[in-house]
Nanobody, 126 residues
Framework: VQLQASGGGLVQAGGSRRLSCQSSECTFGSYATGWFRRAPGKEREFVAAISRGGYRRHYSDSVKGRFTISRENAKNTVYLQMNSLKPEDTAVYSC????????????????????WGHGTLVTVSS
């Protein structure tokens, strides 16, 4: 499974950005998916996760209410809509997929994911 994240760039604080993660896997609807980020000098951290069918979602406390994860399985794509961006959201954002999730399961730990895409850099200026 190959994952390609896109949509990063420079945005002003308070602005919005939408990230996309497209998979090469035609059965992408069988994979639970998550977004993680790594800020400069920090460990990778969980951002958001969505179940295979998209019915369950989970967010980190730092982005809850500002970010929305969604998916279009017909397009093999997962999105991360980021609103009210803050300078502390500056990071490289990566998507991950797991083929071992059961229906309705969301995964919040990076070691639960088998497949990772290259990240896309989001820079939020103050």
């Amino acid at each position: 499974v190959q994952l390609q994240a896109s949509g990063g760039g420079l945005v002003q604080a308070g602005g919005s950005r939408r990230l996309s993660c497209q998979s090469s896997e035609c059965t992408f609807g069988s994979y639970a998916t998550g977004w993680f980020r790594r800020a400069p000098g920090k460990e990778r951290e969980f951002v958001a996760a969505i179940s295979r069918g998209g019915y369950r979602r989970h967010y980190s406390d730092s982005v809850k209410g500002r970010f929305t994860i969604s998916r279009e399985n017909a397009k093999n794509t997962v999105y991360l809509q980021m609103n009210s961006l803050k300078p502390e959201d500056t990071a490289v954002y990566s998507c991950a997929a797991s083929g071992t999730a059961v229906a309705g399961q969301v995964k919040m730990h990076d070691d639960e994911y088998e497949y990772w895409g290259h990240g896309t850099l989001v820079t939020v200026s103050s």
